[in-house]
């Protein structure tokens, strides 16, 4: 027996581009037979609807209620409710688990951290920070940020993404060893951009976010919701955008191909 999860989620309470509250997700995802679910808003640093002009710890308030609005929902339905956010650099964005409203309000210098502070200090505290969508090209984008040492994880699949940039990913992490999430990136109940639901399937249930960081760490116990053939591999995958990767150091490599992209580390 396996027990599904949805690990990127978007909700209104706090990200821009979300049609759906957290209370309608519940049963929706309850009825696909999902034990859980992870709601990953939008961070302040993205594409967040909170407003700029309040009080930080107002701001984390007004942030946090999307999760609490589903929590809620959830607890009166059976369905597992987590904590998590999405925050964004340079276009590049991170998905972030296994830390609480507390932390946020404690930390409102996070807004001002580099790649390798956000990651150091995540990490020292138990936290999880996965790559969301690492080769995600859009028209809004001039170049593509891959940062395989500010993270634990890659987002391999991503129901946001064309499979072609799903596949660029998967591939870069199986060949560097890197571990991989999926998830639906879903914004609307519903909907998604490629009509695939994606998540994470478990060998045992989890019970809190902190078992969703230590069995993504552990890189055992889990599988990809995914279709196998949206990730396989197919001739003619390649790049639109210039392909950076970002050392230890996290100074940023060009690539100039194909083969130049899945080389670099």
Sequence with gaps: MSYLYEVHLHTTAASACA??????????YKNLGYDGIIVTDHFFNGNCCVPKDLPWEERVDIFCSGY????AAGDRLGLKVFFAWECRFDGDEYLVYGLDKQWLKDHPDIMEWDHVTHYEKIRADGGLVVQAHPFRERDYLSEVYVHPHQCDAFEVANSGNPHEQNRMAYRYAMEHHITMTAGSDIHHVGRTDNGMLYGMEFDKPLNSI????????????????VPPEHLAWEEGTTNHLPVFIFDRDNTPIPTHSIDDIFATF
């Design 210 to 225: 902190d078992d969703y960081v230590r069995r993504v760490k552990s890189g055992s116990g889990f599988s990809l919701h």
């Design 68 to 71: 609490e609005d589903a929590k």
């Design 19 to 28: 049609r759906s509250t957290g209370a309608e997700y519940i049963p929706y």
